[in-house]
């Protein structure tokens, strides 16, 4: 047991909400564009690729959390001069040959998971080439952060690769696999996705500022400085809010869809706050900044259902599908009374026939 809650601390569990909101915020998106197929069994296959995508965002979040640990232990980052939690190889808790067979599982993991997506997604073999290169790349991608001769994380790339894979690819790519359609403009909720994303990524990198400096870690907060990466986290917030804007005029939305805007004096209370607050006490902003991504998504979300109502005539034609599936349902109950009267009628003896034998 105890052993279990180490590996469930080196997950890092506060993280993996915010690789779900992606998927959320993309399955919410295809459920407002296609909410007549909710209704129906024509839906069930893209509530199933929901599902898998957002197992397999969870498990690659997971995979890049043990690998950072792992690299960052192994490069002499997650020194004892290193403020925020104590990770699990840094203490002791994981050895070297436990993280490693830790990693190949979880990768494992990830690649079923997505193999499954696939399956349920019924792609096309152009679709399928280009969504396994996709789901090889982002597991590439979650090892790589700190690990190999040369992590791109040590080079100032992990916001370009978190805002690719955890904004673009988590909200765009749910968004097609569910349903099967190119609509650029979802782009825009994917960079404000991917914007939270480095949010997030980009207060963890403040908290280390100190000792990924003194270790040669050159994040972009390394490479900015402080003050700048303030700023750089300012814009991240506000373009975020932005693009959400954006999409739906987009869209023509109502008024009322703009609603979101009233979750913003959250994220303001906190950049006020990260602002006075020295960058070594900077972790619980993580947390926050996590759970408050997650309940914007959640309420825009909701508010994208509420202003897509399902027509009158799309109703109609979900209550003629169920009818039309419980009338051939009685057919083929009736069918199968008839077919057995018919075997027990062929059974019997026929008139005097055998009769006293």
């Avoid at 506060?14 to 998106?29: H, I, N």
């Avoid at 909710?38 to 043990?66: D, E, P």
């Avoid at 005539?313 to 069918?335: H, I, T, W």
């Amino acid at each position: 047991m105890a052993k279990l809650k180490t590996w469930v601390k080196a997950a890092r569990p506060r993280t993996v909400l915010l690789s779900f909101s992606g998927v959320l915020l993309g399955a919410s998106l295809s459920v407002a564009a296609f909410r007549s197929d909710m209704l129906t069994t024509a839906g069930r296959s893209g509530r199933q690729v929901m599902f898998f995508c957002a197992l397999t965002a969870i498990l690659l979040q997971v995979l890049s959390n043990l690998a950072n640990d792992y690299g960052d232990f192994k490069k002499g980052t997650d020194s004892a001069k290193r403020v925020g939690p104590q990770r699990e190889m840094q203490s002791g808790a994981i050895t070297e040959k436990e993280m490693k067979r830790g990693l190949a599982i979880t990768a494992g993991l990830c690649l079923i998971s997505g193999a499954l997506i696939f399956v349920f997604a019924s792609l096309t073999w152009q679709e399928l080439a280009v969504f396994a290169t996709l789901g090889l790349g982002a597991v590439l991608a979650a090892l790589l952060y700190t690990l190999g001769k040369h992590p791109y994380g040590y080079q100032g790339l992990g916001d370009l690769f978190c805002f690719l894979f955890f904004g673009w690819a988590a909200v765009a790519g749910t968004f097609y696999l569910a349903t099967k359609t190119l609509d650029f403009s979802v782009l825009l909720p994917a960079s404000a996705m991917g914007f939270l994303s480095n949010a997030v990524l980009n207060i963890n990198n403040m908290r280390d500022y100190e000792n990924d400096k003194a270790s040669g870690k050159n994040s972009l907060v390394v490479k900015l400085g402080l003050k700048k990466a303030f700023a750089y986290h300012c814009l991240l917030i506000v373009g975020a809010f932005v693009c959400l804007s954006v999409f739906l005029a987009l869209k023509h939305a109502p008024y009322y869809t703009y609603a979101f805007w009233l979750l913003f004096p959250l994220f303001l209370k906190d950049l006020r706050a990260i602002k006075k607050t020295k960058p070594e006490l900077l972790d619980p902003f993580l947390g926050r900044q996590v759970k408050h991504s997650f309940l914007l998504v959640l309420v825009y979300g909701v508010l994208l259902f509420v202003c897509h109502p399902v027509p009158h005539d799309v109703r109609q034609v979900a209550r003629d599908a169920m009818e039309n599936a419980r009338v051939q349902k009685d057919s083929g109950d009736k069918l199968e009374v008839m077919l057995r009267a018919l075997c027990l009628q062929g059974r019997r003896p026929q008139n005097g026939v055998n009769r006293g034998a």
